[in-house]
């Protein structure tokens, strides 16, 4: 029987593919209803920009928003010192304080594009989980929360499961860590009145914790909505390129990249994605995802250009499509291609081919570099490269220097 959904909110999350699972859907419909309901997704700081893997999770808070929910965007301080062990082969290494400061700092610059901070009813908030953490009495803890949990339960749950089933150590500090979370959730609720966490359906156990830990304690409703683990068609997980993380903040990937990888969708991938990463009408995703041929190529860059806009804003969409047109349509350099600037002493007596291509982030080792040369997948001023040995000198440097590996990625390289 299919559900048909009262509030806009789980309307929304519904059809636009949001939904892997709910604990009660009709309980959480109808509790959205009454309107500025708080919801939260925790982000722990372990590098210093998210990556498009995160995007559905912020699109999920965006939409919480535009149905008159309220975002709460929860910064991991306190649980990165701990790091999440769910489906992981092996420990996080651990962080101090002041780069877990750094990461958030980085973190943070990404919310305000997508979420509206402030104190109005459905103004999103901004809470560090190391309010409440840092100052936690181990014994105190343990006495009030840790008697709450069942080892014989945490033992249950798949993302344990499969790393004891793989022989592969789990240490203590690891699995105090769905407890951790757990406590976030009765926090957020005690303090804010938080109704709702959301995440990856990797985080389901998790989130099944907090709710339990929030009705032993203190009595209160509260729900969990997970969304699909997303992979692309080709069974790729979402977020990762050919050269590297696709990261959401401009220092660490330009918009030109960033609007590049959207543009290279797979056909497959086209509508699903523009439901997901778009806020356009559902049955303009469906026009666009069903076309066929080269037309697929107009939505692609349909969806490029949505999606940048919401990140990096309309101008830089606009930049990065013109720069795709200037370099594939018509042979030329374009003004938004990454570049890589380099300084009279880098480049010495000479810098070598191979150790450009990977500078520019064309190739992530010189191995890598060598066997698209070898292959015939790298070009210079678009014309194949064939010698690996090939030294670059400042006086070649005069004019920029455009690289490209394979058809759809390219690099300028300069000297200042």
Same mark, same amino acid.
């Given at each position: 029987?299919?559900?048909?959904?009262?509030?806009?909110?789980?309307?929304?999350?519904?059809?636009?593919?949001?939904?892997?699972?709910?604990?009660?859907?009709?309980?959480?419909?109808?509790?959205?209803?009454?309107?500025?309901?708080?919801?939260?997704?925790?982000?722990?700081?372990?590098?210093?920009?998210?990556?498009?893997?995160?995007?559905?999770?912020?699109?999920?808070?965006?939409?919480?928003?535009?149905?008159?929910?309220?975002?709460?965007?929860?910064?991991?301080?306190?649980?990165?010192?701990?790091?999440?062990?769910?489906?992981?082969?092996?420990?996080?290494?651990?962080?101090?304080?002041?780069?877990?400061?750094?990461?958030?700092?980085?973190?943070?610059?990404?919310? /305000?594009?997508? $979420? &509206?901070?402030? @104190? !109005?009813?459905?103004?999103?908030?901004?809470?560090?989980? =190391?309010? %409440? #953490?840092?100052?936690?009495?181990?014994?105190?803890?343990?006495?009030?929360?840790?008697?709450?949990?069942?080892?014989?339960?945490?033992?249950?749950?798949?993302?344990?499961?499969?790393?004891?089933?793989?022989?592969?150590?789990?240490?203590?500090?690891?699995?105090?860590?769905?407890?951790?979370?757990?406590?976030?959730?009765?926090?957020?609720?005690?303090?804010?009145?938080?109704?709702?966490?959301?995440?990856?359906?990797?985080?389901?156990?998790?989130?099944?914790?907090?709710?339990?830990?929030?009705?032993?304690?203190?009595?209160?409703?509260?729900?969990?909505?997970? /969304?699909?683990? $997303? &992979?692309?068609? @080709? !069974?790729?997980?979402?977020?990762?390129?050919?050269?590297? =993380?696709? %990261? #959401?903040?401009?220092?660490?990937?330009?918009?030109?990249?960033?609007?590049?990888?959207?543009?290279?969708?797979?056909?497959?991938?086209?509508?699903?994605?523009?439901?997901?990463y778009t806020e356009l009408p559902l049955d303009e995703c469906e026009r666009l995802g069903a076309?066929?041929?080269?037309?697929?190529?107009?939505?692609?860059?349909?969806?490029?250009?949505?999606?940048?806009?919401?990140?990096?804003?309309?101008?830089?969409?606009?930049?990065?499509?013109?720069?795709?047109?200037?370099?594939?349509?018509?042979?030329?350099?374009?003004?938004?291609?990454?570049?890589?600037?380099?300084?009279?002493?880098?480049?010495? @007596? !000479?810098?070598?081919?191979?150790?450009?291509?990977?500078?520019?982030?064309?190739?992530?080792?010189?191995?890598?570099?060598?066997?698209?040369?070898a292959e015939n997948g790298a070009k210079m001023d678009d014309a194949p490269l064939t010698n690996?040995?090939?030294?670059?000198?400042?006086?070649?440097?005069?004019?920029?220097?455009?690289?490209?590996?394979?058809?759809?990625?390219?690099?300028?390289?300069?000297?200042?």
């Amino acid at each position: 029987m299919t559900y048909h959904p009262k509030s806009d909110f789980i309307r929304v999350m519904m059809e636009r593919g949001f939904l892997a699972d709910c604990t009660d859907l009709q309980g959480l419909d109808e509790a959205m209803l009454k309107g500025g309901q708080p919801g939260y997704i925790g982000f722990d700081a372990t590098a210093k920009s998210l990556h498009v893997g995160s995007l559905i999770q912020i699109m999920m808070l965006r939409w919480l928003q535009k149905c008159g929910g309220k975002p709460i965007t929860l910064m991991g301080g306190g649980t990165t010192k701990v790091g999440d062990p769910s489906f992981r082969a092996d420990e996080r290494p651990l962080m101090g304080p002041e780069q877990i400061d750094e990461n958030i700092a980085g973190i943070k610059q990404v919310f /305000s594009a997508y $979420l &509206t901070y402030g @104190d !109005g009813p459905s103004d999103a908030m901004m809470i560090n989980n =190391a309010e %409440w #953490l840092d100052g936690l009495n181990y014994l105190d803890f343990l006495r009030d929360i840790g008697r709450h949990f069942s080892i014989n339960r945490m033992l249950s749950f798949e993302s344990v499961k499969s790393r004891l089933d793989r022989e592969q150590s789990l240490s203590f500090l690891e699995f105090n860590y769905m407890i951790l979370q757990a406590y976030d959730f009765l926090e957020l609720n005690r303090r804010y009145g938080c109704i709702l966490q959301m995440g990856g359906s990797d985080q389901w156990g998790n989130i099944v914790n907090g709710i339990d830990l929030t009705r032993r304690v203190i009595d209160h409703e509260v729900f969990g909505l997970t /969304s699909p683990l $997303l &992979t692309t068609s @080709d !069974g790729k997980k979402m977020g990762k390129s050919q050269s590297g =993380a696709i %990261w #959401l903040n401009a220092d660490m990937l330009s918009a030109y990249e960033f609007w590049q990888f959207w543009r290279n969708t797979t056909d497959a991938d086209v509508g699903r994605f523009l439901k997901l990463y778009t806020e356009l009408p559902l049955d303009e995703c469906e026009r666009l995802g069903a076309l066929e041929g080269a037309e697929i190529n107009e939505a692609k860059i349909r969806l490029a250009n949505e999606v940048t806009t919401l990140l990096h804003g309309a101008e830089a969409a606009a930049a990065a499509e013109a720069t795709a047109r200037e370099v594939f349509e018509k042979g030329g350099i374009g003004d938004d291609l990454p570049t890589l600037h380099l300084s009279e002493k880098e480049i010495g @007596d !000479g810098i070598s081919i191979v150790q450009l291509i990977v500078k520019s982030g064309l190739a992530n080792s010189g191995k890598e570099a060598k066997r698209l040369i070898a292959e015939n997948g790298a070009k210079m001023d678009d014309a194949p490269l064939t010698n690996p040995g090939l030294i670059i000198d400042k006086t070649a440097l005069a004019n920029p220097i455009k690289l490209s590996a394979g058809k759809k990625r390219h690099a300028l390289v300069q000297l200042g």
